[in-house]
């Protein structure tokens, strides 16, 4: 397993696995206003660190996993991934993102959908790494099935299989479980804790749940909205893999009171 | 497909709407109610289904349907393959949108006589319903190709995509139901331009058998072609509808 890389000097700008340095993004308006999502947002994540970016919705911290993901270029700042501009990442097929809405494509199998990265990246499909991921997020025996046939929990596990099937070196996760009920995400949490303490691999996750941040991350960093700005941080400090029951502790719940104070409008004045 | 109470009641609804169409047009033909030359079902497929008269029908409709293959055929490949060509080389788009948009603006029937110059008046046929459909499927494939969601087209980028694989992987298939829909409503199309094709002094075929039967008052044929024409288009229409259902449930 990849223990993070303690060792790595911790001044070379590429001891970090995503380091977003002093990024700003404005965005310009159809009336040709502007507006300035971010404002001097700086995250340093280190090689298979698990970190989630927590903040009501608005906040910009959709805005920063697509700045990682080469998906908007950044307006003041600078974002590099694994040492380079974070294009180079995806262009090497080796970032895995999972999207709010899954993404999946209707008229492919769930199988085929899981081998899509390969086809993308011209590689011989890996039959059995599709199995072995299939199981990993419970779906054994769906593989013809079609995304529609599937309720929605089953679409978003299939779109983290996905995402993880090129073993990619940074997973960003965008509000994976953010559209499914309560009962269902808190499941799901728990199986994508089990899935990433077998691989541990560097992730971002974004996420206006307390809860699911706390559950699954390293570190929790709390941004507030309009511009974004990052305005707390916190450490979790809960061994791994850590069972459902962590969530019943008094720590637990402790830590939990605090983010939930700091997402509060007047919680940071 | 399921055959839920709703699809049996609107199938029973359609039968009995066409079957009170074609009583309707007997009892009108029976009684005389619109004059000598609209005749009854029946005179029409008496007239039809006489065995002496099968060699006729069977030329004309090999001749017709002939050029409506080929026609549609054509059409479709070049209108497929232009949107696809604008897709790929976006600068070139709105040139070759004005000039479909122009081609379409032009009668075809204004057109026939430069066919008939430029080819043969054997193809004349062919080549209007070749322009008819090349529209419709140049219009349904260029929209179609931006049919993908942005979430797939983020999808594809953070996978590392190139241009090309997207076009497979994700344009095209997204376009599909549009192309198909496109598909099914150039049937009737190209039936037309082919049959009209046929009236600027082709040889052969449905369109000839019309123009000759109206000029001699021969009301039977002249409604037997029509009937040909019309049931051909309608089966074709209809066959692509089931194969646009298909598409439908599975590409949108």
Not at chain 1, 161 to 187: I, Q
Not at chain 1, 199 to 206: D, E, W
Not at chain 1, 249 to 262: K, N, P, V, W
């Amino acid at each position: 397993m990849n223990a993070p890389l303690s060792s790595a000097p911790a001044t070379a700008p590429e001891a970090w696995a995503i380091n977003v340095d002093h990024v700003g993004k404005t965005f310009t308006l159809d009336g040709g206003k502007e507006l300035k999502a971010i404002d001097d947002v700086d995250i340093k994540i280190g090689q298979g660190e698990f970190v989630a970016l927590l903040g009501p919705s608005g906040c910009g911290k959709s805005t920063i996993l697509r700045l990682v993901a080469a998906l908007e270029d950044v307006s003041t700042g600078r974002v590099t991934v694994e040492g380079s501009n974070p294009t180079a990442l995806s262009r090497a097929h080796r970032l895995g993102v999972a999207f709010q809405d899954h993404a999946l494509l209707p008229w492919l199998t769930i199988r085929d959908n899981i081998a899509l990265p390969y086809k993308v990246a011209g590689r011989p499909v890996d039959d059995k790494r599709i199995a072995e991921l299939l199981a990993l997020v419970g779906l054994s025996g769906f593989e013809k099935a079609r995304p529609r046939q599937l309720s929605g929990g089953m679409r978003q596990r299939v779109s983290i299989a996905r995402a993880l099937v090129l073993k990619p070196d940074v997973l960003l996760l965008d509000e994976p479980f953010g559209a499914l009920d309560a009962v269902t995400r808190r499941h799901m949490n728990v199986e994508l804790q089990r899935i990433w303490s077998e691989q541990r691999i560097t992730t971002l996750l974004v996420t206006h749940s307390v809860e699911e941040a706390l559950f699954l991350a390293d570190r929790v960093i709390v941004m507030s909205g309009r511009p974004g700005r990052i305005i707390k941080e916190i450490q979790v400090p809960f061994a791994r893999p850590r069972s459902p029951d962590v969530q019943r502790t008094m720590e637990f719940h402790h830590l939990a009171d605090e983010l939930t104070l700091a997402l509060e409008p007047e919680g940071h004045h | 497909m399921k055959m839920t109470a709703e699809r049996w009641q609107s199938l029973t609804l359609g039968i009995v709407g066409i079957a009170l169409f074609l009583a309707a047009w007997e009892a009108i033909g029976v009684n005389r109610l619109a004059g000598l030359t609209w005749p009854p079902l029946s005179a029409v497929f008496q007239f039809m289904f006489d065995p002496t008269k099968a060699q006729l029908f069977i030329r004309a409709m090999e001749a017709s349907f002939s050029m409506v293959i080929l026609g549609y055929v054509t059409g479709s490949v070049v209108g497929i393959a232009l949107a696809g060509l604008v897709h790929v080389l976006p600068v070139v788009r709105p040139g070759m949108d004005r000039l479909a948009s122009v081609i379409h603006a032009i009668p075809a029937i204004a057109l026939a006589p430069l066919f008939i110059v430029l080819i043969s008046r054997e193809f004349t046929g062919m080549a209007i319903a070749a322009l008819n459909v090349f529209f419709i499927l140049y219009v349904s494939t260029t929209s179609g190709l931006n049919n993908s969601t942005a979430g797939h087209r983020d999808l594809f980028q953070v996978l590392g995509s190139s241009r090309t694989t997207r076009l497979l992987r994700l344009d095209l298939p997204a376009a599909l139901p549009a192309v198909v829909s496109g598909m099914k409503y150039s049937v009737p199309a190209a039936f037309i331009g082919a049959i009209l094709g046929e009236w600027f002094g082709s040889s052969r075929g449905l369109g000839l058998l019309m123009v000759s039967a109206m000029q001699n008052f021969q009301i039977p044929l002249l409604w037997s072609a029509v009937f040909i024409a019309s049931t051909a288009s309608l089966i074709v229409f209809g066959l692509m509808g089931l194969l646009e259902q298909f598409v439908y449930g599975r590409y949108k």
